[in-house]
């Protein structure tokens, strides 16, 4: 059966599950009296990395969002490797500082001397979801 668009119900506006600072929304048409005509698309952009546990678009399908989006990451910070986990910047990584955040995903080099082999051992670091891994101590 065929239906004319002016019976199809609108859609509110997309609300998010676990919104963040680094969520942005953006949608493919303009709102019609507050609401979004069906077909009309909705796409979540991340400051902070790509989105995770879910889809980055979904299409407003006669008044009901198709399927839900999924969540912006959470970054990491530095002073965690360098502060609390031990680990000294390694000169070859951007520069850092001690309150630096960073995207999911992002890589960092730390050093730690290990004073039981008198040899330096360089890690490298990934943000995952707001934890670097892998979780490792630099012995002191």
């Avoid at 997309?14 to 019609?32: A, C, G, K, M, V």
């Avoid at 678009?57 to 990491?76: A, I």
């Avoid at 630096?100 to 490298?124: E, F, M, P």
Wanted: glycine content about 8%.
């Amino acid at each position: 059966m065929l239906m004319h668009l002016g019976y199809l119900h609108k859609c509110e506006s997309y609300i998010l599950r676990n919104s963040t600072q680094f969520d942005e929304l953006q949608y493919s048409r303009q709102p019609d009296e507050g609401k979004y005509r069906h077909g009309t698309f909705v796409t979540l952009s991340c400051s902070s990395g790509p989105v995770v546990e879910g889809k980055d678009k979904t299409v407003c399908n006669n008044g009901k969002w198709q399927e839900p989006l999924g969540r912006c990451p959470y970054m990491c910070n530095v002073a965690v490797l360098w502060v609390t986990r031990h680990f000294l910047p390694d000169r070859v990584t951007p520069p850092q500082t001690k309150n630096d955040w960073q995207k999911h995903l992002a890589q960092r080099v730390g050093k730690c001397y290990n004073r039981y082999n008198g040899k330096t051992d360089s890690i490298t670091f990934t943000c995952q979801d707001g934890y670097w891994d892998p979780i490792v101590v630099c012995p002191q």
